[in-house]
């Protein structure tokens, strides 16, 4: 995988926690409902062109969720911003990206993109897992406040709780189908 950003992007506990993610059978499933309602909110309270529910894969990031790239369903880890975000517990803020030197040779803050801003909250699981962000993004430098910091905080934490209800309705769904093919109704 291709590194755009001069510093180690692989955590420690990565075999781990792509393994985790895994668990959650949510990759390549459709953008829906809730997911949707949480990216939408997230631009318009935010003001941003666009935002994100991401989760990063072992060579991928992969958009549960997307308001404003609706076209782009993943990106390469070694490029999108998201592969940051799951490195620390905290939210990762770059508010002016041209100021922020593992960033001045990734081709979506250097190259015609122009990312400028972005904001990360990690999705993080009961124990410990950082398995991808809500991110928001925009293409002009900007300030972010405590305040934003703590409603992005909250956003992430929803989608954790959305994420949780996802597998136990899959988890019941598989069961069903399972078993409703051993009986026998003669």
């Given at each position: 995988?291709?590194n755009?950003f001069?510093i180690p992007i692989?955590p420690?506990?990565d075999?781990?926690?792509?393994?985790?993610?895994?668990?959650?059978?949510?990759?390549?499933?459709?953008?829906?409902?809730s997911f949707?309602?949480?990216?939408?909110?997230?631009a318009?309270?935010?003001?941003?062109?666009?935002?994100?529910?991401?989760?990063?894969?072992?060579?991928r990031?992969?958009?549960?969720?997307n308001e404003?790239?609706?076209?782009?369903?993943?990106?390469?880890r070694g490029?999108?911003?998201?592969s940051?975000?799951?490195l620390?517990?905290d939210?990762t803020?770059?508010t002016?990206t041209l100021?922020?030197?593992c960033?001045?040779?990734?081709?979506?803050?250097a190259?015609?993109f122009?990312?400028r801003?972005?904001?990360?909250?990690?999705l993080?699981?009961?124990?410990g897992?950082n398995?991808?962000s809500?991110?928001?993004v925009?293409?002009e430098?900007?300030?972010?406040t405590?305040a934003?910091?703590?409603m992005?905080?909250h956003?992430a934490?929803l989608?954790?709780?959305e994420?949780?209800?996802?597998?136990?309705?899959h988890k019941?769904c598989?069961?069903e189908?399972k078993?409703?093919?051993?009986?026998?109704?003669e």
């Amino acid at each position: 995988m291709k590194n755009t950003f001069g510093i180690p992007i692989i955590p420690c506990n990565d075999r781990e926690r792509v393994k985790k993610l895994h668990e959650y059978n949510i990759l390549d499933t459709h953008s829906e409902g809730s997911f949707k309602h949480i990216t939408s909110l997230a631009a318009h309270i935010f003001k941003v062109p666009i935002a994100l529910i991401s989760f990063v894969d072992s060579e991928r990031v992969w958009f549960k969720a997307n308001e404003g790239m609706e076209e782009v369903t993943e990106i390469d880890r070694g490029i999108s911003l998201c592969s940051l975000s799951i490195l620390n517990d905290d939210l990762t803020v770059f508010t002016d990206t041209l100021e922020e030197p593992c960033l001045l040779a990734n081709p979506l803050v250097a190259g015609s993109f122009g990312l400028r801003f972005y904001a990360a909250a990690p999705l993080q699981t009961a124990d410990g897992y950082n398995l991808g962000s809500v991110c928001i993004v925009d293409k002009e430098p900007r300030k972010f406040t405590y305040a934003d910091q703590d409603m992005l905080t909250h956003l992430a934490e929803l989608v954790m709780k959305e994420l949780e209800l996802w597998k136990e309705n899959h988890k019941v769904c598989n069961y069903e189908i399972k078993n409703r093919n051993r009986f026998s109704f003669e």
